[in-house]
């Protein structure tokens, strides 16, 4: 039988091996048209995936660009902003030419301005050779046209790599340049609201034999995306503009996001606490001083706080970063799980307690 191809991630089709990448029923390889691969097929019509290993390795990819000289360009997920840089793509971005492409701008509120997270993420990565930053949106449009005629303006003649962490939109991006040059939906890369959904290189012809490639996001192990399971995933990424939502504290307690952050505010005087995440995460305010028991309980019981990862460790076991407020307005940024903005708390502590070692950091304030 000849080789055929999905549609969607590329890969080879085969009925040997159900749990390998490119299995489809054996009828199904018999049908004369673009056929999908059973794992794309669950992707695109199920919204359902299957977890296989990524086959690539990010070494290889970054060797192959520096040999063909090829242009990078890194998408980023403005959730999840530093996942960009495991160690070797920060040594990479040192000496080669990339672009920024800072996208899923639609999740933040319209209240906050361009021109501010623009001057956010350009003074992120000040130290590295970037030639040109856009901001964009697959799903309100923002900016795709120009990012489309920053493809061709840049690559002249080279082949083109989107590079970026897991669901930071990079298959999405290429769709929409795919959309522009043909109406076929079936020639269109699987994308979904999970992790990991493209898993090898995929190519995409740009003529003269010049390619435009995807590739698996990868992990930075610094991100909530990195540590929580697929069904708790869907649940921290918005799929909406974010509505802020407002607690004012008045004296130390904590809020409880799932179980995924337990939020200890020490304070001696009323605090306003903006929190900036996905509106399907239910904040329950607590006692600060939980024991292991009750928190397991709370998290475990309760309808009303979600969303629960259950291989989570005892609170005990939690990682804990500190903050003394001293400023009138500060910005405390989660990756993988959203913001918050405190006000008034000038001399208040602020602990963060997570199952996992993400990282936390206060940022030059971008609201
Ligand atoms: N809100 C919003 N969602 C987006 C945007 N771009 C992509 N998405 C969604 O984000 C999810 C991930 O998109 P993908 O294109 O699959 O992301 P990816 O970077 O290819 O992910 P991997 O293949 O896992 O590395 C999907 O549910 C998309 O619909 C955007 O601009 N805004
Ligand atoms: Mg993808």
Redesign the pocket.
Known sequence: MKTRLCASCHQELQNNNEHAIGYIPLDFLKIERPLFCKRCYDIKFHNSINDFEIDVSYKNILQEIKETNSLVIL?I?ILNYRSILPEYLNTFLETNNSILVI?????LPKSIKKEKILSFITNTFSNFKIQKIIL?????K?NIPEFIQTIETFRENRDVYLL????????????EYIKKYTNKTEEL???????????RLISVPLGNNRYLY?????SSNLSFYDFVDLKVFRYI????EIKPIVYQINRSSSLLFGNLLKLDIITEKPLSIVIYMANTIKIKRAKTDLKNETYTNITTNQKEIFPIMKSAPLLSKYSSTKFRINKEKTDIYLHGLGFLTLRNGVDSIIILNTPYEVLIEEVETFI
């Open positions: 998408i997920d996208n899923k701008i639609d999740l964009t949106s697959t799903m309100s923002l970026g962490a897991t669901n930071s939109g990079k298959s999405s991006l290429i769709n890369i699987a994308t979904s609201f999970y992790k990991n959904t493209t898993i995807d590739t698996p996001g990868f990424v918005p799929s909406k």
